[in-house]
Nanobody, 121 residues
Framework: QVQLVESGGGSVQAGGSLRLSCAAS????????MGWFRQAPGKEREFVSA????????IYTDSVKGRFTISRDNAKNTVYLQMNSLKPGDTAVYYC??????????????WGQGTQVTVSS
């Protein structure tokens, strides 16, 4: 079992930055590829980014490429999402998740509770 806790959300103006963190309870954190997802009001949850166990492989959805950066610190059991040049369209609840089933992860088994990101114009 892996418990995930996100933090770092908040309200910013367009063009601003936020850094999300996701802390894992499990000592086996380094065994899992990790992903970030988001869900805007009235929309389905969508994939944002994922990072492999070692951090050597990373993928992003097209809408955040060049603006968001995913990273992880296995010594701290934490994955990060640095979000720059934020747009109102980035407004959503952001979730981290621990995945499995190869690369890119075929499934995500453990989820955090989410953190709200609001970007105003």
């Amino acid at each position: 079992q892996v418990q995930l806790v996100e933090s770092g959300g908040g309200s910013v103006q367009a063009g601003g930055s936020l850094r999300l963190s996701c802390a894992a309870s499990s000592r086996t954190f380094s065994m899992y590829p990790m992903g970030w997802f988001r869900q805007a009001p009235g929309k389905e949850r969508e994939f944002v980014s994922a990072i492999s166990q070692s951090g050597s492989r990373i993928i992003y959805t097209d809408s955040v490429k060049g603006r968001f950066t995913i990273s992880r610190d296995n010594a701290k059991n934490t994955v990060y999402l640095q979000m720059n040049s934020l747009k109102p369209g980035d407004t959503a609840v952001y979730y981290c998740a621990a995945g499995g089933g190869g690369w890119p992860p075929a499934q995500y088994m453990y989820w955090g509770q989410g953190t709200q990101v609001t970007v105003s114009s």
